[in-house]
Each structure stands twice: as structure tokens, then as C-alpha cells.
T-cell receptor
Framework: KAGVTQTPRYLIKTRGQQVTLSCSPI?????VSWYQQTPGQGLQFLFE???????NKGNFPGRFSGRQFSNSRSEMNVSTLELGDSALYLC?????????FGPGTRLTVL | GESVGLHLPTLSVQEGDNSIINCAYS??????FIWYKQESGKGPQFIID?????DKRQGQRVTVLLNKTVKHLSLQIAATQPGDSAVYFC???????????????FGKGTLLTVNP
């Protein structure tokens, strides 16, 4: 099976813009989670979707949002970008217990 | 709040030695723990997991030990190889209902460097 894929791999934006990141889970996986990774804060949970419903949510402001489609693919959106949003955004999918991560999208906000 | 943390930020070992990476957790209700390995430029890779009804689990060259009394988790890597050099994270699943309801809380990570 193909692994979790994320697009784009790299992205450069300026403050105030918005961005949409995409994640395609492993075939058959219905749970998709998103994480933000920064040197200072490490890996932090953003949200998890299952069957198009947000099932778990982390402690991020409302500028961070997501959605899941009927084919389990997921997108996350960040509006009004801030310099501190520069990070590696990771998507992970799971079918049962094991969570598999994609390579991430490296977002740089200038 | 509840957190999962690592004792040592860096660990340097010689090739062929055994490595031990430690992790402390604070949520006594945690019932599922995972170790991940992250190489530069890649996403975290699943290594091994353990449930709270176990105190030891073995994989290929890796062993995870869980001590619920002191809320401590460790990852042992036997015969460490240069390819094991990476950042290692422990994580706790705090999602609603457990199981596949994922809301992982990660430790800060330990950088393992294997010297040839």
C-alpha cells in the first residue's frame, strides 16, 4: 500500500495570507490526524477526523481548521498567517491502533 | 496539565552498544503508549507500542518497558547501528474512547547519535 501523502511538501507564505494543506491517508484508513511540529514546542496535536467528523481537537486558535472528505482525504487551513505558524505540519492516518505519519508540509511564513 | 516528557535530550553511543531512551508521563490514566523514530526530513515512524496491561513488549532489536508505578517508559535498542541515529519520541494516546481515537501527546524527543 502507498503511505500517507501530503501536498505540497514545501510552502512559503507571507503574514496575513491563508494556506490549505492536503493529506491523503493510506487506503482504507478512516482516521486522519494533524500535528504541528516546531523546534520550540515539539509535536502538538491539532485535530483528528473520522468519517468526515472532527472527533478530537487540540489547543490551537480558531485560525486553524480542517475537514475530511468522503474518501477520507483531509485538508487543513490556516487563515491570517502569523510568523509563529512556521512549522512542519504532519498528517497521520490510522485504521486500528497504529498511526502512520506522512512526510509533512514545511510551511514558512515571512 | 498532563504531559509526556523525556529525561535526556541527547544520547551518544558507540555502534554495537545497547541504547536506552527514557520517558516520563504524568497522566496516570494513560493506557496506550507509542515510540516513534524521526529521521531528518521525514515524518515520525512507528517503532513499537505498549498497553498499560503489559510491562514489557519486544520487537526486532527493540524492547519497550512500562513501569506504571513510577509512570516511566523506556525504549531499549540492542546492538545500535548508525542507521538508528534519529530523534526518538514517546507518545501517549489521550483520545476519547482510546483505541483509534487519536490525540497523541508527544514528548520533546531524544536525539540518538550512533558513533561508528
Amino acid at each position: 500500500k502507498a503511505g500517507v501523502t501530503q501536498t505540497p511538501r514545501y510552502l512559503i507564505k507571507t503574514r496575513g495570507q491563508q494556506v490549505t494543506l492536503s493529506c491523503s491517508p493510506i487506503s482504507g484508513h478512516r482516521s486522519v490526524s494533524w500535528y504541528q511540529q516546531t523546534p520550540g514546542q515539539g509535536l502538538q496535536f491539532l485535530f483528528e477526523y473520522f468519517s468526515e467528523t472532527q472527533r478530537n481537537k487540540g489547543n490551537f486558535p480558531g485560525r486553524f481548521s480542517g475537514r475530511q472528505f468522503s474518501n477520507s482525504r483531509s485538508e487543513m487551513n490556516v487563515s491570517t498567517l502569523e510568523l509563529g505558524d512556521s512549522a512542519l505540519y504532519l498528517c497521520a492516518s490510522s485504521q486500528a491502533d497504529t498511526q502512520y505519519f506522512g512526510p509533512g508540509t514545511r510551511l514558512t511564513v515571512l | 496539565g498532563e504531559s509526556v516528557g523525556l529525561h535526556l535530550p541527547t544520547l551518544s553511543v558507540q555502534e554495537g552498544d545497547n541504547s536506552i531512551i527514557n520517558c516520563a508521563y504524568s497522566n496516570s490514566a494513560s493506557d496506550y503508549f507509542i515510540w516513534y523514530k524521526q529521521e531528518s526530513g521525514k515524518g515520525p515512524q512507528f517503532i513499537i507500542d505498549i498497553r498499560s496491561n503489559m510491562d514489557k513488549r519486544q520487537g526486532q532489536r527493540v524492547t519497550v518497558l512500562l513501569n506504571k508505578t513510577v509512570k516511566h517508559l523506556s525504549l531499549q535498542i540492542a546492538a545500535t547501528q548508525p542507521g538508528d541515529s534519529a530523534v526518538y519520541f514517546c507518545a501517549e494516546n489521550g483520545g476519547v474512547g482510546g483505541g483509534s481515537n487519536y490525540k497523541l501527546t508527544f514528548g520533546k524527543g531524544t536525539l540518538l547519535t550512533v558513533n561508528p
